[in-house]
């Protein structure tokens, strides 16, 4: 295990990388292309370009009641902001931001390692190897059959069947009269929330603002993305772990010398 392995490793479980800069970045989700690593492997990646982002305020206990620390990314006009915005955007020495979301410092009150307001924030708080959270609305499909939303069975296609992509069973006649809660049925599908979870980071670009990650991450091209360390801190150090050992693991596992007699017992010498 390399010594910068183990570093990341340990500053992953025990959260120093928040404490110092409990932030994350706003940025857009651009499209998916694949990359090859140093084995020759293809990888497929998906392009965040993020940041840089304007501290627009500063929140503290005293003055808002939770500490937190507002960000901006990218520009609207200013006919399309309103007054009062303007006015925050003023204080802050900012021009009007198209995407604004909060981060919450609560393990790091003192906001230690936060630019000061005006400032900005980019990709250099990241870097190769990084496990993060990549967080988006997801595609909106519409109004969706129980096929395409929950991957319900459909019918048989013969001829004379009557029943093909219909929803199936409602629930019994007698008792309880009615649909059971939860049916899986049609309805809205897509446009929510979504959060894809312990991703990590494959390169970045600091001269073109671009985080390349590894897999997909909810949204359309274009889409507005909030990309933050992640909060599965032990399952990443143990990946972090796993990973830098896997070739001394291969190597002590190719040098062992099975006796072909006891071959069935794992382990036999």
Partial sequence: MTVAAADNASQIMSGEKEKTMPLGLLGKKL??????????????????????CTVLQKKTSETDGYCAVQLGFGEK??????????GHYAKANAKPARYVREFRCDDNPSLDGVPEIGGSVDVTMFKKGDH???????????????????????????????????????????????????????????????????LVVVDTDEERNLILVRGS?????????????????????????MESTRAERMAALASRKLNPLKASKKGGK
Avoid at 31 to 40: A, L, P, T, W, Y
Avoid at 220 to 234: D, F, G, L, Y
Wanted: hydrophobic share 35%; no cysteine; proline share 6%.
């Fill in 31 to 52: 499209g998916m292309s694949q990359i090859f690593d140093n084995e020759g492997k293809l990888v497929p990646v998906t392009y965040i370009e993020a940041g840089p």
């Fill in 77 to 86: 006009k200013e006919k399309n902001t309103a007054k009062a915005e303007l």
């Fill in 132 to 198: 993060i959270d990549v967080v988006g609305v997801s595609k909106g499909r519409g109004f969706a059959s129980p096929i395409k939303r929950w991957h319900v069975h459909r019918g048989p296609e013969t001829h004379g069947s009557m029943y093909h992509r219909r929803a199936g069973s409602q629930g019994a006649s007698s008792y309880p009269s009615r649909t059971w809660k939860n049916k899986h049925a049609a309805g809205h599908m897509g446009a929510v929330r979504v959060t894809a979870i312990n």
């Fill in 217 to 241: 991450v909810p949204g359309h091209e274009n889409a507005m993305v909030i990309v933050r360390p992640t909060v599965r801190a032990k399952k990443a150090a143990r990946q972090v772990y």
